[in-house]
């Protein structure tokens, strides 16, 4: 019986560091916004971090080179 208290303990120490662990690394990352437009070569509709606007970069589905666009030059 002394056994099964010390795993149950453990078990709940775990779970516990896993949700702390989580909860803190959700809060790390914040709520940064996202910017969309059309790609010039395939015309299909990306996003982009509103961090990464006049940065070069490429199409994730043609690989045509770019520059993203600033948030007054976006679909939003």
Not at 38 to 43: A, L, V, W
Request: aromatic letters at 10%.
């Amino acid at each position: 019986m002394d056994v099964m208290i010390w795993v149950l303990v453990g078990a709940g120490v775990v779970v516990l560091g896993v949700v702390g662990y989580r909860f803190l690394r959700s809060r790390e990352k914040g709520e940064e916004p996202y910017l969309h437009f059309r790609c010039q070569g395939c015309r299909r509709r990306l996003r982009f971090h509103a961090r990464q606007a006049g940065h070069a970069g490429e199409c994730s589905h043609c690989g045509r080179k770019m520059t993203f666009p600033t948030a007054s030059e976006s679909l939003d």
